[in-house]
């Protein structure tokens, strides 16, 4: 009797174990694909380099990718949790940005001054001169897919298309 007791138990364990190994290797395989498919978002193709060449804000972007890091915590079949740090950009406009420097200037100089911005947002991401901001965002998933959207975009931008979004309206109610 003592031993069908213990293989009883021995053979519920046993289950029990393959169970929760087989739901685990799910989840990691979930949780790998997401990372895949998010790793394919900060590849550059050979295309987006031969412009970063000849343009700083694509420069910039490229920088601010190669400064990203990110954990997948948990996946469904419809979303998943992540923490993404990012430079924060949001913080580095505010330093490198002077708004009364924009004010009247011609095409041509807001241009340069646009230009100069630039360089300097690149020269502070190359010198790792930047606080970074982490952000943690649960977010859809359509039949296996990223959804791209507003808020993984300003993740992923350290909070610059809130910036952008708040210069935007400002230029417009003051003209």
Same mark, same amino acid.
């Given at each position: 009797? =003592?031993?069908? @007791?213990?293989?009883?138990?021995? /053979?519920?364990?046993?289950?029990?174990?393959? =169970?929760?190994?087989?739901?685990?290797? @799910? @989840?990691?395989?979930?949780?790998?694909? $997401?990372?895949?498919?998010? %790793?394919?978002? /900060?590849?550059?193709?050979?295309?987006?380099?031969?412009?970063?060449?000849?343009?700083?804000?694509?420069?910039?972007?490229?920088?601010? /990718?190669?400064?990203?890091?990110?954990?997948?915590?948990?996946?469904?079949?419809?979303?998943?949790?992540?923490?993404?740090?990012?430079? %924060?950009?949001?913080?580095?406009?505010?330093? =490198?940005? *002077?708004?009364?420097?924009?004010?009247?200037?011609?095409?041509?100089?807001?241009?340069?001054?646009?230009?100069?911005?630039?360089?300097?947002?690149?020269?502070?991401?190359?010198?790792?001169? /930047?606080? $970074?901001?982490? !952000?943690?965002?649960?977010?859809?998933?359509?039949?296996?897919?990223?959804? !791209?959207?507003?808020?993984? $975009? %300003?993740?992923?931008?350290?909070?610059?298309? *809130? !910036?952008?979004?708040?210069?935007?309206?400002?230029?417009?109610?003051? %003209?």
């Amino acid at each position: 009797m =003592l031993f069908w @007791k213990r293989s009883a138990f021995l /053979f519920i364990c046993l289950g029990l174990i393959l =169970l929760c190994s087989g739901c685990g290797s @799910k @989840k990691t395989k979930e949780t790998e694909l $997401v990372t895949e498919k998010l %790793n394919q978002i /900060f590849t550059v193709s050979p295309q987006q380099k031969i412009i970063r060449e000849e343009n700083s804000g694509v420069r910039v972007e490229e920088l601010i /990718f190669e400064n990203i890091s990110y954990t997948v915590i948990e996946t469904t079949d419809s979303s998943y949790t992540i923490t993404i740090q990012a430079p %924060n950009m949001t913080l580095l406009f505010d330093e =490198l940005y *002077d708004e009364t420097q924009y004010l009247n200037l011609s095409t041509d100089e807001y241009g340069v001054a646009t230009e100069q911005l630039l360089s300097d947002m690149e020269k502070r991401l190359l010198d790792k001169e /930047f606080e $970074v901001k982490e !952000t943690t965002l649960t977010l859809p998933l359509e039949n296996g897919e990223i959804v !791209t959207t507003e808020e993984l $975009v %300003n993740a992923l931008y350290g909070g610059l298309l *809130d !910036t952008a979004k708040e210069l935007t309206e400002k230029y417009l109610e003051n %003209n």
